[in-house]
């Protein structure tokens, strides 16, 4: 098993600890058609299970596609270089968060009806990572309604120059307004005129 599968497996389960039990929580704020992430898994039958598990990855992938858009769309019509990389941050979590769900469901598929408690483990993987899929689509749809302004706030440049350096004995210059530096003309050598 690679690290950073492990390490996003001991994320999700540090982070979900209402997931990570199996309890129930509040889902009363999902939004129309939305499979539940979090049920009663010990109650599950081994087929509800299974079929718990394809529409939660179903919601996942669905999740996935809008998130894709949003990046898309933000890529055509703003090109706001902290937008994108918001966007595009969450949609690479939510991007393993989907292939380790996807491995669990396969890893369920064939441990259905043999072996209980590791169906209910790979469940609560499915679980958690449907319940960061979510909240990582939240957080990108987030990203996406920010309004990222860049304030000119009239960069200065301060130099201190050793009184050793110069010959003239000014050791402090001071504040520098940086949009004040002219161009040059090129030096004689220069090949460029």
């Known amino acids: 098993m690679k690290i950073t ?5 001991l994320i999700a389960l540090t ?18 058609g939305a499979t539940p992430v979090v049920t009663d898994i010990k109650n599950l039958s081994s087929s509800e299970r299974l079929s718990w598990a394809s529409e939660l990855l179903s919601d996942m992938n669905e999740v996935r596609v809008r998130v894709e858009g949003l990046l898309e769309q933000t890529r055509a ?3 706001d270089v902290l937008k994108l990389n918001c966007i595009n941050e969450r949609l690479s979590a939510i991007k393993g968060f989907t292939k380790v769900a996807e491995k669990a ?17 790979q469940a609560k993987l499915i679980g958690l990572s449907g319940a960061q899929v979510q909240q990582l689509g939240e957080e990108a749809e987030s990203c996406y309604g920010q309004i990222v302004q860049q304030v000119d706030d009239g960069t200065k440049l301060k130099v201190k120059v050793a009184d050793d350096l110069r010959d003239d004995g000014i050791g402090d210059v001071g504040v520098v307004d940086t949009t004040d530096i002219g161009t040059y003309p090129y030096p004689d050598v ?4």
């Open 5 to 9: 599968t492990i390490l996003v497996v």
């Open 15 to 32: 982070s979900l600890s209402p997931v990570a039990t199996g309890q129930e929580a509040g889902g009363d704020d999902l939004p129309a």
């Open 77 to 79: 019509e703003e090109q």
């Open 105 to 121: 469901n396969v890893t369920l598929r064939s441990l259905s009806g043999t072996d209980e408690e590791k169906e209910i483990h």
């Open 190 to 193: 220069s090949p460029i005129r």
